[in-house]
């Protein structure tokens, strides 16, 4: 059985920096996808950044140059570091893993972003 245990987030003001992290834990393949997603109140839940075991990576187009995401493969972790966070995007971030052809979520983690 394979969890994902988030950690990170929290309340910053405008300009602001966070680190977000996404431990997976059971049978987690070399070749997962790992990612981060969020949705923020009353919208659906939306694409942040992905990274795969390569260390290819793709990103929403509202945080490139401001997000950024790596991953530990020995330790089957994604940071997601988070810098000049604006308003929008207080969300609940949510971690992704693509594994074996099967999806798995983290239970989430707030961030607020307000002054």
């Known amino acids: 059985q394979v969890q994902l245990v988030e950690s990170g987030g929290g309340l910053v003001q405008p300009g602001g920096s966070l680190r977000l992290s996404c431990a997976a834990s059971?049978?987690?393949?070399?070749?997962?996808?790992m990612g981060w997603y969020r949705q923020a109140p009353g919208k659906e839940r939306e694409l942040v950044s992905i990274i795969d075991s390569y260390g290819a990576t793709n990103y929403a187009d509202s945080v490139k140059g401001r997000f950024t995401i790596s991953r530990d493969g020995a330790k089957n972790t994604v940071y997601l570091q988070m810098n000049s966070l604006k308003p929008e995007d207080t969300a609940i971030y949510y971690c992704?893993?693509?594994?074996?052809?099967?999806?798995?979520w983290g239970q989430g983690t707030q961030v607020t972003v307000s002054s």
């Open positions: 059971g049978s987690v393949s070399r070749f997962s996808v």
């Open positions: 992704n893993l693509l594994n074996y052809g099967n999806k798995y």
